[in-house]
């Protein structure tokens, strides 16, 4: 009965994600409380007579969960529903490849570099198969990864125009400010001051994006002075100093083991 | 009852599994859908608690938080607490079984161990929480123990656990919490609750008196728990009552009135009854408690309205408990089975004097292994055949050769002053101001001979007069003073007359060095255990030695208060604290020994762990080694514990450490023959520190205390202790080891173990003092003498209705022969020396046995004859005519062993004979005519209940006491046994030996 009624809801779930309805959320929320109670899910991954249509139904459910999540732009929902779903992928191998579920692997990926978890990143691409790894959705992602840890961030900013998916979109924007934090860090310690235009090309803004880079200057670079036309950048707060070793503490630490080896017998 | 999760052998998908789907829908809104997920969760959270660990605040959160249904926080819980569970913190994972409640935690019916595990920490958390006056230092009591109403529930959950055990009818697991918790209510319910079976009831009894004296830490709570006990058992029909159980509550208890009068009931009942009450009273006095034994004395009612019989009974009582009827018997028994080997002492002077001059340390120490081999045995043949040896003794050496005759003739009261009569001061004589050692030691000796509580109470008082004239008359002279306040001490012991501590004050007050220094001993004896809370007389003794510039008395003060603290646990902490606090080493010394004595054989943890601290931080080596050393004493109640604690301590840099480890290890473990003790002590024999050498020499020995020839390492120990003294290099200190040792090991005629306890388990006060003023040679060397008092016969004894040896009552030992025998004596090298030790032999194969058996009958003897002439079989002490024939039999006895295979598997003692302290569990008393009256009595004195009293028994033996008076016992006739067709010069050494001295001796004299 449940395995049906998993089923109509997995339908109706679907035609609710593509037309972007609202009630999709609770659709999934009460699929998952079914899904729940399959044993042959993991972690139990039971034989059930119809574990292989529940693993399926799952997969799907699941892989239609994390699109949702992409697509409300809610990173939190989006992990939960692949932390329960990677376990199906890699326990239940039996389980038919979906229409979806490279989409979701590589936006994963994509996950996972915004969230700079390099080495999650790493360790779930350990995961996926050649074949997988040869698909445009997660190449893109491991191409990314590549470009950004080489520092090459023009190379980003021109990737970003070519995306494979609409959905892709959501982790370019939060990904192209953590670059463009990455970038302010490292002018204010390598310049002591820059002229405007410059430092708006070398922030990544467009030409016509004088506004947005203003407000990016004002919001996230509060001790970055804009005089006459040149961004004036704080000196560098100095180094610890030798008064800040903690001189007592060491002392009175080595007074205490010598008196421990006093007693040592 | 929850559903056991599913082991991971039942999985048939991958062997990958993982628990993070279901972790991450925890964080999902729906709360349905988390519930959903905790209870899967807790189907799988035992082979996947790695992973749910990560996410254990969460679930913290989700089963302490509001926002869930009951229901949910109840399965968050008891996922919580299984993870927990396993990552050990068993703290955390019962409090949140708690909260999971009775679905998830069911404590009567789940017996798994996570259950298991949890239920022991409730009940752990519930005694630590009950004892509130237990020091609140341990980890379990965290200070949230209250906070968070853990205590409540935890209460709950051992409440369950009793109701449990009632149904179970585990009486004693109930009564273990019940004491451990320190909760008189339940005590008295679990008593109450069991009584419907009387059977049971005496059994949880006796569990509560054993766990009473051994678990029970506080002392107030103690009596308070032996009152009920006790009431307990008085409250027993008499058919079921365990009369000897009732005895030990109410000694523990002090109520001698109510021991008096059952002893009374007892013998108005008469027949077996009043064999049992002869049977306590033997018992009552083996535990040494002079005071209580006095107290039941005068209690007994002194009708003279009774009958003859029950008038005869009344006698033999007061006689075993006053007139020193017990002491006899042991010196009776030690006289006639002594087995101790002259060869030792002799061989031991010849390598002393090869080499010319003998330093007089090694040669007073001599002298003491001498009292050793020969404590309690009247046994001086030694002394007397060397006299010439024994004048080189000088100054306080003399005092220790004179000293040694007590220690030699212990318990020999009733000749005490015709033997030392040489010695004593002279009466009336001009007090000399120097010089008088010997006048001193003999003093001592006396109180060395009356130093048992178990001899007549009547001698005690009158020697101890005797010893006080000589304190008063003798002041001027130090020495003298010295031996008579220390005997004054030993005669005296524990008797409490605050007379006696005066004159003893007095003679501290003329500040001499010597003679204080006895004087605060002697006075710690008066007063044993008499010290607490404050006392006037502590207090004084404490300002004197603050006072005082003499270390001497200092530390006899000290050791005076220490032993004013016997057994007075947490009454004497004040003084504890105060000495342990004080600048002075002397009386930081002190103050050790004062934890030694006040908590001897508690095992008290506190006592232990002040000790270890003192051991390891204190800057004065002897405080350290006192503290060290009295860990012996706290512990020797578990003694395998003490070997482990100082494991560490052996290896310390710190030679005076070592040399205390040795001596605590050798005083836990004595006579044990225990392999690992001796393991560890073996390196420290090969030390670099002399005295470390002599330590190790010296508890090796104690540990070899009896043990067989066929012991692993005996042959090896004895060839080094031999060894040792002939050395040419080797230090004087480390050949003092070695004599002593040898005096140890084979001390009081190989029957004697040093042993704080009595058989009952009480703590023998002569013997705890022996123990503690041996350990003082360290500074005094006369203190050796003082060891003969820890020595404590191992006998087994079988006495009829007359109190005489019954010789037809028989242990079996379920061993081989050689696993207990005495070890082969010593055999003369030289030719020319008359060869009266050669090696006997009891023939223990049944074959042999029914050989000389048959033989005898043949010979027209009857029954009672074979036996007793078994017992005799090869000793040479026979009479003229019985030699052939006894010759015959050894033949015999050898020609059978050499057809004989294997040692035979078990074998006979007779009565009476040795039984060591291993021995008595593969003991079993023969059933036959006669059998204990107390079932399960297998050592020590045992009455006898006779099965057909009708019947004649010609075949006992009264007890005996040595005496001076008679010339010493005949020597036998030289005597070479030869086999027939062997070499006349074959020394039978291969037959297998048990050997004993001749019993004839105690006849010819009784003869005489």
Redesign the interface.
Known sequence: MSISEASALLKKLSSEVSSFSASASTTL?SL??IL??FD????????TPDSKEEQRIACEALELGCLLAVKNGDG?AF???T??????Y????SVPQSANRKKVQGLYLMFLLVENRLADFHSVLQTYTAEEIGDERINFAVLLERELMVGSYDKFATSSTSLPDPLYQFFMTSLLSTVRDNVADALEVSYESMDLADAQRMLMFQPNETSAFESFVKQSREDWMVVDNEIKFQPVVASNRAEDIPSMKLISQSLSFATEIE??? | MIALPTPPTSHSGPTQSSALSLLSMLQEDSQPLVFSALKKLLRVVDTLWHEVSASLPLLEEIAEGEEFPKETKAVASAVASRVFFHLEEYRDSLRLALGAGDAYFNVVSDKSPYVETLVCKAIEIYTKVSDSSSVADDDVMDDNVEDDGLKDKVLGIVEKMFERCYSERTWSHALGIALEAKNIDKVKQILEKCGDSLNEKVATLQYGLSACTTVVVNRAFRTEALTVIGENFRSLPESHNDFASLVRCEHLLGNSSSVSEMLAGLLKTGGDKSLLALQLCFDLVDTGDQHFVSAVTSGLPKGDSVSSEIKADMEKVTAILEGGFAGELELAFLFKESDSDPLIIANLKKSLEEKGKVASLLHSMSLHANAFLNAGTTNDKFLRENLEYLKKANNWAKFSATANLGCIHQGHVTEAMTLLEPYLPAEGGAVAATGGYAEGGALMALGLIHGKPNCATALRTSTTRYLRDQLRTNSANETICHGAALGVGLSGLGCRDATIFNELKEVLYTDSAVAGEAAGIAMGMVQLGNGGGGNQEVTEMLAYAKDTSHEKIIRGLSLGIALMHYQLEEKADGIIEQLFRDRDPVLRYGGMWTVALAYVGTGNNAAIKKLLHVAISDVSNEVRMAAITALAFVLFKTPERVPELVKLLLVSFNPHVRYASCMAVGIAMAGSGNADTLAILEPMLEDLTDFVRQGALIATSMVMMQAPESHKSYKKFKSKLTGIVGEKHQSPLTKMGAILGQGIMDAGGRNVCLNMASRDGFVKPTSVIGIMMFCQHWFWHPCCSLLGLAFQPTVMAGLNHDLAFVKKFVVTCNSKPSAFAYPARLVEKKEEVKKRVTTVSLSTTAKAKAAAAKKKKEEGGDDMEVDKKEEETKKEGEGEGEEEKEGEEDSEAAKKKKKKGPEPKSFELNNPSRMTKSQVRVCEPKPGRYHPVLAGAKSGIILLTDTTPTEEDDEVEKVTVPSVEEEEAKMPEPFVWRPEGAAPAAAPTTTDTTATTPTTTTDDRAAK
């Not at chain 1, 890699?90 to 191998?93: A, Q």
């Open positions: 929320a998952k409380l729940v109670d042959s899910l993991p972690p139990l991954c039971l034989p939190e992990e939960g529903n932390n329960q779903l990677f376990p199906i890699s326990s239940c191998l007693r040592i017998v």
